[in-house]
Each structure stands twice: as C-alpha cells, then as structure tokens.
C-alpha cells in the first residue's frame, strides 16, 4: 500500500525543480508516490522533470495539464492519490530526506489526521526557523496555527470525506483550505507537531508570495468565502470571536503591509479603503474582541493602535 503521495505542482520553476525533486526520491520512507502536475509551465522544467521520471520511473507520477494555477494543479494531482496520507509540496521549495519518515511514523502512531512539522524560512542571506510546538484545542489551532498546506500530511480518506478543495483563481489558497478542514477534527489530540525543522521554504523575489500587486485583493475574497462556508455549516455562532480576530489581524497586519508595496497608487488606497471599510462594516466591535483584549503579541499591541486617523495617513502614500 502506497504510504504517502506527494503532489508537486510545477510551473516555470526550471532553476528550483531539481532540487525539490532530488530531495523527494532521496526520502527514507518506503512505499511513496511523487505526483508532478505539470501546469502548463513553458520554461525547460518538463525536460528536468523528465529526467526524474527515467531515473526513478516508480516513484512518480507525472500529470500535465494547461495552465490553471496552484490551487488548479494541486486538486487535480489530488484526484490521482492513492496514499495513506497525502502532503503538499512547491515546486520551489525542498526538504530534509528523513522528513517524510518521521512524519509518517507519527501519523500512525497517534493515529493523527494531521501532522505538520517546523520550516525554514530561506533567504538569499539568511535563514530562520518558524517553529511550533503544540496546540491546547481547535480555536487554539485557528487561532495560532500556521496556515501553510507544504509543513503537513493529511489523511487522505479524511480530506475526501470532506470534499474540500483549494479555491480556483484566487491566491492565499492555503488560508481557505486551512480554516475549512480544521473545524471537522475530531478534537486538538488528531493534530500531531513534529518540532525539528525539516522543510525549507525559499524566498524569491519572483514568487507568487513575494509578488505584490491587486491580487493581493484577493484576500477579501477568501475571509468572505471563510465567513460564507462556517454560515452554511453552521459553525460561525460557535467560532464568531476567532474569526473576528483573525479577519482583522489578517488585514490589518501582514496584508495591509502587503498593499502599501503595490506600485499603482490607485489600487493600492482602493484595497486599504476597501480593508478598513469591510472591517468596521462586518465587525463594529472588533476592538472589543476578547482574543484582542486579551493578547500581548506585538500584533496585538499594534491593533489596538490602529485608528481611523492612521488608516487615512496611510492612505496619503
């Protein structure tokens, strides 16, 4: 029995692919499947990709498709998995060759449906651990949880049950996926963290991640279509204050920042107006949140400076 399929999209990742693949079938668990989803890329990764296919023809799985992005290419490499568990993998990322192994082990041992790992956070001049080492229950998870798909495994017949995919088009894909499985865990102990640090995850400048213009709009899409899925299942009463919060650290703190890099001065004020409008509109109260309340990160300090009277200096840029 296949232990593990790991979907690798690719698109025009010619100078990262080899490394992300050579660390695939150096793993030490047995009995796995690497699906390649090659979505339409026009650079030379298919001819690198190829050479993985003849060297390790029975590790892979190799799928093209046209063009239709990350979140397109990892639903359709999903519908050809086969494995106990399931894991996520960019194309320009790579991990350490015991992480699969450990990871796995763990999964069945705790008869887990989720088991994520810590990463690297690599730069072209340094490198710095995002680190994890527990949760205390599901709105701890939501609350503090990393988002990211690429540091976990899932149990396969667990996310078919859920008939649950990425969201087509939009980026922050991880975001979405994230908040809509997580409530259906049975409880906190079916999520295990393995505390070393076993996948890097490469910063360029020309990613998807580090690429700043109006589909950083793209946020408001995905928090409404959060908000939209915990309403029809019926889950917004009971999570109502986590998602307050979140939706308004998520925009205001990261993304905010996010649309001041974008270079076109009228789509930039139109998302923070946009942000600010949406956030006092949905949420009147979020001052009065009780995780805000309560809080002493940094993130929190800085909300509970955020004010009208910031927000239209920032709109002065």
Known sequence: MTKLSIIVPVYNVQD??????????MQTL????IIVVNDGSKDNSEEIIEKYLQKCPEKFVYLKKPNGGLSDARNYGMRYATGEYIAFLDSDDYVELEMYEKMYKRAVESESYIVECNFWWDYPRKRKIDYRDGY????????RGRVTSWNKIYKRTWIQELNISFPLGLRYEDLDF?????P???SIDKVSVIKEPYLHYIQRPG???????EKVG???????????????ENL???YADVIEYEYTRVLLCSFLFKMLKIKDRRIRRNLIRKTWKNINTYFPSWRKNKYLIKGNSVQDYYLKLVNGVYVKLLLLT
Do not use: G, W
Request: net charge negative; proline share 2%; hydrophobic share 40%.
């Open 184 to 186: 259906s865990l049975p």
């Open 207 to 213: 990613s998807i991640a580090n690429s700043q213009n």
């Open 30 to 33: 047995d009995n796995i499947e």
């Open 218 to 232: 793209h946020i408001h899409d995905v928090l409404d279509d959060i908000i939209s899925f915990y309403k029809k």
């Open 236 to 238: 917004y009463d009971e």
């Open 178 to 182: 994230f908040y809509k499985i997580v």
């Open 136 to 143: 205390i229950d599901i709105k701890d998870y939501l609350l």
């Open 16 to 25: 990262y692919i080899a490394r992300c693949l050579e660390s695939l079938i």
